[in-house]
């Protein structure tokens, strides 16, 4: 008896290269949310914008949108933002963030998935431990979406060293001084990050990393 060939499965529809986990964090930070706490922070500090502008290098212009929410900002503005404001910058992420001052607790636990996330058009971050007061690292979980450098407007400089390790995928970073560095799953690497550096995807799915910077985004370099 011949058995009639069963038709094809129906092949999964193909998913942009922005889509997010499939494990969405349990707050997804918009960019008007941000920009509330940002425009909080520094009313409660009683620093005008333009002397804002002025401590953190960062364009009056910018720090306008980054407040009403208009545009997303990466991570090296909200660095430079933090330390003129010095704050930590999880107090961006998470208003719950302990506060310099504050007894340092033995250890504090986090995953991922339960961490305040926050995309911008290259990346998106978890914030990792923000409730630890006045860190001297910086831990992340990080989700490349960003695949050629003609996507970022310039490098990405920030003071202090960077820590990268891939979880998935693979991740070149680029740097403006010429020279790259191809960094495949359960691989690292560690690196100024003063020297302008991009993380670009460059597997078939979005890579996903842990970064580490070294030094407090709240207290002055």
């Known amino acids: 008896m011949v058995r009639p060939l069963r038709p094809p499965p129906t092949p999964p529809a193909k998913?942009?290269?922005r889509t997010r986990s499939a494990a969405a964090p349990v707050e997804s930070i918009g960019r008007d949310v941000m920009g509330e706490r940002l425009r909080s922070i520094r009313k409660a500090a009683k620093i005008t914008l333009k002397e804002l502008s002025a401590r953190s290098g960062v364009a009056l212009s910018t720090l306008s949108k980054m407040e009403l929410g208009q545009?997303?900002?990466?991570?090296?503005k909200f660095a430079a933002?933090?330390?003129a404001l010095n704050v930590d910058i999880s107090r961006l992420f998470d208003p719950a963030a302990r506060r310099t001052g504050k007894a340092a607790p033995t250890f504090v636990h986090s995953a991922?998935?339960?961490s305040p996330s926050y995309a911008s058009d290259q990346y998106e971050y978890r914030m990792l431990c923000t409730d630890y007061p006045a860190k001297t690292m910086e831990p992340m979980h990080g989700r490349i979406l960003a695949?050629?450098?003609t996507e970022f407007a310039d490098f990405i400089r920030h003071p202090g060293h960077e820590f990268c390790m891939v979880l998935s995928g693979a991740v070149r970073i680029r740097f403006e001084t010429g020279e790259s560095v191809l960094v495949r799953?359960?691989?690292?690497v560690y690196f100024d990050s003063s020297v302008g550096h991009v993380y670009l995807s460059v597997g078939k799915t979005q890579a996903q990393v842990v970064v580490v910077m070294s030094g407090s985004a709240g207290q002055r370099p």
């Open 71 to 76: 545009i997303s900002i990466s991570y090296e």
């Open 15 to 17: 998913k942009s290269r």
């Open 81 to 83: 933002v933090a330390r």
């Open 185 to 188: 799953r359960n691989e690292s």
């Open 112 to 114: 991922p998935d339960s």
């Open 147 to 149: 695949r050629h450098e």
